[in-house]
């Protein structure tokens, strides 16, 4: 079986050299953003700054469901026995569209490509372009920012992880402002380092209402192996344990609940996906995050992600990897709609 090839190797391993010399230790910041945006009581609206009191509409949110599960007869989707989310949940009320990258590269993504009004216009495009091809579905805009980046050196603590200054990650939350509403993922790449030691450097950005995360295997070198080397892997029990980290947070701060997105374009990314565990403060989503031409993704979508349901599913487009081949073209969002399950998070990079 053809594997659609790794889908950042060639776009973050290229700017190593450059990242090598970011902050490698993010610095305590002083105080927390006071700025909140107003809440929708609406329970299709997502609240930036708490659950809004009303409680989902079980009935819409099955009716959702089922509509994403896109005629499956196998009775693998929608999921079974999830729990219904908290109050303010995102998924699948809203289709969250994203640029990805980070500040420190135009190779890494749309998000670090272009200046910020530029890049805005263009997402603005894609979103149009999702609002037409499912205009029941509203979209919610983000940004996707790798925080913590694998990297070529081994760095003070030889882990081999670039971690984003905390003023970094400042400047791609003033990017968001500059669209009302705009939902920000930080992304972590943990090299030889792992994720429960990542996890606190970001966390006071996670008990923001209006920050969620991403989580790439690939780069989680559990062998020891050097990153971009090899493809890394996380099992069900790291999954669960940043969910539950999440799900802390989230009752803690009282906050809407946390969209958790996984990155995977093989089996071994991901060990274990029947014994990853849901939770009502927390939406996973697994990522398609691999590369190539538009029936290789689909075979990719259809191995790695439609075959072990966990809870939402998403797909990711690459704007220079998906046309080196014929027909070279992206995947446009009418031929998204039509994967089993639909995506609801997409993502540009």
Known sequence: MKITPP????????????????????????????????????TTEVSLTAPVSKPIDTALYDSLQLKLANGDTTGKWPVKNQ??????????????????????????????EYAPKEMWSRL?????????ADPSTPVQAGLHYIAAVASG?????????????????????????????TIVFLDLQVALSNIKAELPHIEKYLELPYVHLGIDPEFSMKDGSLPGKRIGTYDAADINY?????????????????????????????TNASSIKLRPEVQIVMHMDGWGEPELKKGTYRHFIYSEPVEFTGFKLFYKNDIKKAPNRLMTPEELLKLTPKPIYIQYQ
């Open 7 to 42: 889908a950042t190797f060639a776009l973050a391993f290229t700017t190593f050299a450059l990242l090598a010399s970011c902050n490698s230790n993010s610095t305590k910041a002083e105080g927390k953003s006071a700025e909140t945006q107003k809440a929708n009581a609406d």
């Open 83 to 112: 729990p219904y989310p908290l109050a303010g949940a995102i998924l699948p009320f809203k289709r969250i569209v994203v640029y990805y990258g980070n500040l420190h590269s135009k190779k890494m993504g749309a998000l670090g």
């Open 124 to 132: 603005n495009t894609e979103i149009k372009n999702w609002e037409k």
């Open 153 to 181: 050196t081994p760095g003070r603590d030889g882990k081999y992880v670039n971690r984003m200054a905390n003023s970094q990650i400042d400047s791609v939350l003033a990017i968001a402002k500059m669209r009302p509403n």
């Open 242 to 270: 940043v969910s539950q980290y999440l799900a802390d947070i989230v009752k803690k701060h009282n906050l809407p609940p946390k969209v958790f997105v996984v990155h995977r374009f093989t089996r071994k990314m991901v």
